[in-house]
């Protein structure tokens, strides 16, 4: 026996201690997807035009719709404007009828929104329409700005000072920063508030650590630094619970080397073979993340329903991790990789040519969209790590996790863009992951492959 792959053949690659540790760390995954998405539901917009209650006070008997017809001005076709009225005047009702009103002004007072009585959500609240509308776009960039920034420092924090001191700190923060937000009294104390939301939201990913006190280290990583012992000892509690059986001296048959020197982040642009991998990697995570928040955040746009488009959405999830990795182990990591970002971004094409007044065709080739793009990220994860060497395999991942993280915040912005023209963010939704879909297929293949413990200069 030579490499410590076979040991872990010996012990159970994946017996039902794996199968065990596998479901008790999917546990805390459940959770982020509620920050994220809440504001799908939170920042819902409705008809609105401008509140013109001024002309009540000439004719206090006047109908909702003569009251439209005298102060709200018609575009070119021939619909109510949103954001412009007809200037007040001090002239009598009678007056008014007879000649018009010809001079227009943007929204003086405030908005009238055509919705139940009772519903409030951000656009009512703080008239996040017209020239403010974009502001909901912003606050959920910036809350992803917040957790790259709260994965940043509170991660660096947590190895000064421990990760018990750091999770009791952050779920205080989340706790007071999220029931905090539910009292703003302006859009930008809100987006001040979701930001801190955003770094204190790593916590609920974090209470990984918490379970990791009960969960082994990775004894490949423990002989990579010549601690013999202690892998030897996770080893055979890994084979008890797989009813394997891992003698005493099963580590005297590995051959494994070790190097002195501790590799860093500097080394992965450093080594040419790495480098490649890293951009090439870092593109797949960012249009991976790109496609999927551009979706998951857009649901509104569909045309139908939001609250049954947002459960196919949520549902559509489950199959498409199951077959995503059921694919990747016949048909290997880098086609598969290629073949579902390609195909999330064809769809988004697609459906910038499906006329708007077919929601369901829509919805339909969104959600296939969400599909590729959910398999993709779950084939990322795969992927990457078998990219990389033991030895600098979590900086590896940072660098491509931290490239997904800036596209989830440039994602919601790219929506801004369809005041041009409606069709422009699905397009940009599209290009990206195709880009990135053709340059994976530069990537080596790691199927069956055994993992590379250390990094070679070369």
């Known amino acids: ?199 204190s939201s790593g916590v609920i990913v974090m209470n990984t650590s918490i379970l990791s006190r009960f969960l082994p280290e990775s004894s490949r990583w423990l002989m990579t630094k010549g601690r013999k012992e202690e892998a030897l000892k996770e080893l055979q509690r890994a084979a008890k619970v797989n009813k394997r059986s891992a003698p005493g001296d099963l580590l005297d048959k590995v051959t494994l080397e070790t190097t002195p020197d501790r590799k860093n982040l500097i080394d992965i642009f450093r080594i040419s073979y790495l480098r490649k991998r890293t951009l090439i990697m870092s593109f797949n995570w960012f249009a991976a993340s790109f496609l999927f928040y551009g979706l998951s955040l857009n649901i509104g746009s569909f045309g139908l329903n939001i609250y049954l488009t947002q459960l196919i959405f949520g549902f559509i999830e489950i199959p498409a991790n199951l077959v995503g990795l059921t694919l990747i182990q016949r048909f290997g990591r880098r086609m598969c990789q290629a073949g579902f970002l390609f195909f999330g971004g064809v769809s988004c094409l697609v459906a910038t040519a499906v006329p708007k007044d077919l929601p369901v065709v829509v919805t339909v080739i969104a959600m296939t969209g969400k599909f590729a793009a959910t398999a993709a990220f779950s084939t990322a994860y795969v992927y990457t790590a078998e990219l990389y060497p033991t030895d600098i395999r979590n900086s590896g991942m940072g660098v491509n996790s931290m490239c997904a993280r800036v596209a989830g915040i440039i994602s919601p912005l790219v929506r801004l863009l369809e005041t041009f023209h409606y069709s422009i963010p699905m397009v940009v939704y599209g290009i990206v992951p195709m880009a990135a879909g053709c340059l994976s297929l530069l990537l080596p293949e790691t199927l069956n492959l055994e993992l590379q413990d250390h990094t070679q200069l070369k």
């Open 1 to 199: 026996m030579s490499s410590f792959g076979q040991v872990l053949k010996e012990v159970g690659e994946f017996g039902l201690f794996q199968k065990t540790l596998l479901v008790v760390l999917c546990i805390p995954s459940i959770f982020p997807a509620f920050n994220v998405s809440s504001q799908v539901f939170t920042g819902m917009s409705f008809p609105h035009r401008c509140n013109t209650d001024w002309i009540l006070e000439k004719g206090p008997n006047l109908t909702e719709e003569r009251q439209k017809n005298l102060t709200i001005p018609v575009d070119k076709d021939g619909r109510f404007e949103k954001c412009k009225m007809f200037t007040p005047v001090d002239l009598d009702l009678e007056t008014i009828e007879a000649y018009g009103l010809n001079s227009t002004t943007g929204c003086i007072a405030s908005f009238e929104y055509e919705v139940s009585h009772g519903v409030s959500t951000l656009v009512t609240e703080f008239d996040l329409v017209c020239d403010k509308s974009g502001l909901i776009e912003a606050s959920q960039s910036i809350f992803m700005a917040g957790i790259l920034v709260g994965c940043l420092v509170f991660g660096a924090i947590s190895d000064r000072f421990g990760r018990r001191l750091v999770i009791l700190l952050l779920v205080s923060l989340d706790l007071l920063f999220t029931m905090t937000t539910a009292f703003s009294p302006n859009i930008y104390v809100y987006i001040v508030l979701k930001f801190l939301c955003g770094t």
